[in-house]
């Protein structure tokens, strides 16, 4: 079946280190997405990318960094800059640009400080 | 800017009761209006979706009109079943690229 995947489900980080979150999907979807979810909160974005070799900032990419090699993958690495890192990460994405369409979510990644 | 306003949760019901979950939006243009559901633990799955004035979307029971006259966009349905207890997100887009989403509204049903 098609979808997206993320791993790992759960992740650990210890204080100044970099961790890199794995979204990959087999949709055959060009753009792609990365959200944080906090608790009480709507998902925010932090970076998107529409076409491989291609991303852009979303509304808090501080501390984050990602980068899109292929068309199915969009791994988002955490740098010890982001100084609150722990939430829910979702990747999502979209078969194509325009406003009707739809994104599809993996099942996510949850980042805790050990 | 865009922007999507949720009633506040949480929302408790029991087995065979209605559901309404409130939702407004500001936006610039036309955007189109979704809904979202997660269960514990998983991603956003897209429940239903509307994109212009007087759509209805439907699924598994669910429904919502997209209201332009007053910016709303409110999810039903007529008998929640435990199954239906998870979180909801209403959601907007009105440019190509971007979702903005409601603050989210936790559903619990009792049976």
């Known amino acids: 079946d098609g979808g997206i995947t993320q791993s790992p489900k759960y992740l650990f980080r210890k204080e100044g280190q970099n961790v890199t979150l794995s979204c990959e999907q087999n949709l055959n979807h060009d753009a792609m997405y990365w959200y944080r979810q906090d608790p009480g909160q709507g998902l925010r974005l932090i970076y998107y990318?529409?076409?491989?070799?291609?991303?852009q900032k979303g509304d808090i990419a501080e501390g984050y960094s990602v980068s899109r090699e292929k068309k199915e993958s969009f791994p988002l690495t955490v740098t010890s800059a982001q100084k609150n890192p722990t939430a829910f990460y979702l990747c999502a994405s979209t078969s194509e640009r325009g406003r009707t369409q739809p994104q599809h979510f993996g099942d996510g990644t949850r980042l805790s400080i050990l | 800017g865009d922007s999507v306003t949720q009633m506040e949760g949480p929302v408790t019901l029991s087995e065979e009761a209605f559901l309404t979950i409130n939702c407004t939006y500001t936006a610039t243009g036309y955007p189109s209006l979704f809904w979202y559901v997660q269960y514990p633990g998983e991603g956003l799955q897209l429940l239903l979706k509307a994109t212009k004035a007087d759509d209805k979307g439907s699924n598994k029971g669910f429904e919502a009109t997209y209201r332009k006259e007053t910016t709303s966009f409110h999810l039903e349905k007529g008998s929640v079943q435990v199954s239906d207890s998870a979180v909801y997100f209403c959601?907007?887009?009105?440019?190509?690229?971007?979702?903005?989403f409601g603050a989210g509204t936790t559903v619990t049903v009792r049976a």
């Open positions: 990318s529409q076409i491989v070799n291609d991303f």
């Open positions: 959601a907007l887009s009105s440019n190509d690229y971007k979702l903005s």
